[in-house]
């Protein structure tokens, strides 16, 4: 069974930086569209980034220039977030569908395109 596993988060001031990681298992097919989410206090899940299998990257434009999105070649996935700021605090969730699905090569991400989540990772900025 795929299982997701979020690690690295925890609280900085803003102008910080934080590196999560998300550690795969099981997985069933042999590339996927990775990706990052988040979810403020009462707001919905939101796109951070993503990664396609081939290595192409894409950002939300809130993160564009800040944020990172890597995979090493055992599927785990990783987000170097830079230039932190208070907006950015969040619950952090990584995300997996396979790449025949072809959902990282759309311009925008929603929650319902991805059907493999982690249990997520606190991110608290503070000013």
């Known amino acids: 069974q795929m299982k997701l596993v979020e690690s690295g988060g925890g609280s900085v001031q803003a102008g910080g930086s934080l590196r999560l990681s998300c550690a795969g298992s099981?997985?069933?097919?042999?590339?996927?569209?990775m990706a990052w989410f988040r979810q403020a206090p009462g707001k919905e899940r939101i796109w951070v980034a993503a990664?396609?299998?081939?290595?192409?990257t894409n950002y939300a434009d809130s993160v564009k220039g800040r944020f990172t999105i890597s995979k090493d070649n055992a599927k785990n996935l990783y987000l170097q977030m830079n230039s932190l700021k208070p907006e950015d605090t969040a619950i952090y969730y990584c995300?997996?569908?396979?790449?025949?699905?072809?959902?990282?090569?759309?311009?925008?991400?929603?929650?319902?395109?991805?059907?493999?989540w982690g249990q997520g990772t606190q991110v608290t900025v503070s000013s």
């Open positions: 990664v396609e299998d081939t290595g192409t």
């Open positions: 099981g997985y069933t097919y042999s590339s996927y569209c």
């Open positions: 995300a997996a569908e396979p790449s025949h699905h072809y959902v990282c090569g759309r311009a925008s991400l929603f929650e319902t395109d991805f059907g493999y």
